[in-house]
């Protein structure tokens, strides 16, 4: 079980929730947990999401409430500290990052709450104090929905953004969807072999992939985390 | 119907396996592809599909129940992946239930 340590607003649909988990051993930056909610009467729904922390700090889910949702809108508009729900994990081996010593650039590609896994792994890279140069394009719909606002320019990390739907005044940043043009622009170049890992939802993360591919990125070096709805 | 990665059902995975194999790497037994079980696609309905990203050749299925899970994985050569040998993961092949246990 996982009792509610803490929790904080991001933006208006987007709450993290820092827990206190029992045994809790650690992770590493990218993994997910599974929450199970179960009712009175039995029901259960489980659903995935990805850890927002650094590997050596409690664990923390950052969570987009889904309207027609069965978990996102007890967690993000209901849970108070103290709540406690059933956890397992941390889940997964595949899309993570470790400070494993490789000097290839880390180009991250967020869409919209893809971006909880992807901050992990920056977090973890500030931590540890990783000079593996690393480079995050992240979309998100408006400014009030840019998850982490306020730490993307600490995070010591070069930080591109895009805005799909609204653009602020004065806004700096790119002002349309994630395109074959933007990845040239901003990822590094093929010929540096980066590490690639997006994350976003599905239809978000075959234009990235396929974009990355056609631009001359080898498939074997992409990474992808897909997410749907409810 | 969208899909998912392969990644998303690490939890259900482990459940089955004893541990994480999400970066374990298996083959079509259709196309032949190579690839990370954590970068297959998945489909959840009533049962959890998992199906070649190349060919779409179905390379697992889960179907879970409370307490139990049934598995088939024939469609996936070469991962030298095992399930449990509990009694909450049945082994199916071709519809039946072959890891000895009475079917449910």
Known sequence: MAEVADAVTETPRVRTLVLDVPGWTGHRAGQHVDVRLTSEDGYQAERSYSLASAPREPPALTVERLDDGEVSPYLVDDVVPGDKFELRGPIGGYFVWDDDGSTEPLFLVAGGSGVVPLMAMLRHRRAVGSTVPAKLLYSSRTFEDVIYRDELDGVGAEVVQTLTRAQPPGWSGYGRRVDIDMLREVAYPPEQDPRVFVCGPTSFVEAVADGLVALGHRPGRIRTERFGGA | ?104
């Open chain 2, 1 to 104: 119907m969208i899909h998912l990665d392969g990644n998303s059902i690490g939890g259900l995975l482990g459940d089955v396996f004893g541990r994480d194999v999400t970066d374990a790497s298996g083959r079509c037994s259709n196309c032949g592809a190579e690839n990370f079980v954590g970068a297959l696609h998945v489909y959840r309905a009533a049962g959890v599909v998992v199906r070649c990203p190349s060919c779409s050749a179905v390379l697992m299925r889960f179907v879970e129940s409370r307490d139990e899970v049934w598995v088939d994985l024939a469609g996936l050569l070469g991962s030298g992946l095992e399930p449990l040998r509990e009694a909450r993961v049945h082994v199916v092949h071709a519809g039946q239930v072959v890891d000895g246990r009475t079917e449910a």
